[in-house]
């Protein structure tokens, strides 16, 4: 019963990034920025509402905390040393602002790379949330869905910018969102021997909650200041927020 949790949710969440990236074209630009509000509150809801009390739960709190500390860490050591391997000098689009939103740096060949890799951790994270009840683990595939949709829709944006035509850049998206589904398959069989490591696991998965929020995405909505954008941000984030408490309340 647990792998068909784990099976609905990875395919559920893999279909809908891709389908959100085949939508790309339909997305207005000021769309965007409201997907991904709902998304940070989406993510922050799931982190501190469902995932770090559950992490708590085992008695060991101090070893929780210091799995999410280290997780944040090493999430940034991670994507700073990819943004590094494909950035020396100054002059690379990692240091120009005037680029597409979500564009760190990374050319085509990278938003392939990194996305296959970021969802067949998702899938890991997946597996490790259903391993431990069914009520965390819709909560997490939700919170992931909903950063999985902008994100989408603004990597397949840039793979368009790097050159690459609509059909391959979907077909690419759609390939690579089989790793949420491989992940997920394999965090099952291989979690359930790591049993004793449930606090440390489910610390790295609100450290990934935390991080994809505060570090990737909140800096992207700073570029507009201005009082009604921020309102609505807050208004969005909020939503996000509450979005996960109704499914906590529904599926408790």
């Not at 929780?64 to 391997?85: D, H, V």
């Not at 440390?200 to 909505?221: F, K, N, Q």
């Amino acid at each position: 019963m647990t792998l068909g949790w784990i099976v609905a949710a990875s395919i559920a969440g893999g279909t809908l990034s891709a389908g959100a990236a085949a939508a790309a074209l339909l997305v207005r630009a000021s769309w965007v920025p409201m997907l991904v509000s709902f998304a940070i509150g989406a993510l922050l809801g799931a982190a501190f509402l469902e995932v770090i009390p559950h992490a708590f739960e085992y008695g060991r709190p101090h070893v929780a905390a210091g799995a999410i500390l280290g997780g944040i860490f090493a999430f940034f050591l991670l994507e700073k040393l990819l943004l590094w391997r494909h950035c020396h000098t100054e002059n690379c689009e990692v240091h120009d602002t005037h680029t597409l939103p979500h564009d760190h740096g990374r050319t085509g060949t990278l938003i392939v790379v990194g996305d296959t890799v970021h969802n067949f951790v998702d899938g890991i994270l997946i597996a490790a949330a259903f391993l431990q009840s069914t009520q965390l683990g819709v909560i997490t595939a939700v919170a992931i869905v909903a950063h999985e949709i902008p994100q989408e829709v603004g990597d397949f944006l840039i793979l368009l910018h790097s050159g690459y035509s609509r059909t391959r850049a979907l077909v690419l998206n759609m390939l690579s969102s089989l790793a949420t589904l491989v992940g997920g398959v394999l965090g099952y069989f291989a979690l359930q021997t790591l049993q004793h490591w449930e606090p440390v696991l489910l610390g790295i998965v609100a450290a990934s909650m935390i991080y994809v929020a505060v570090a990737d995405l909140i800096p992207g909505l700073h570029r507009r200041p201005e009082l009604r954008d921020t309102l609505s941000q807050a208004i969005l984030i909020s939503l996000g927020i509450a979005a996960i408490a109704l499914v906590r309340a529904v599926v408790g």
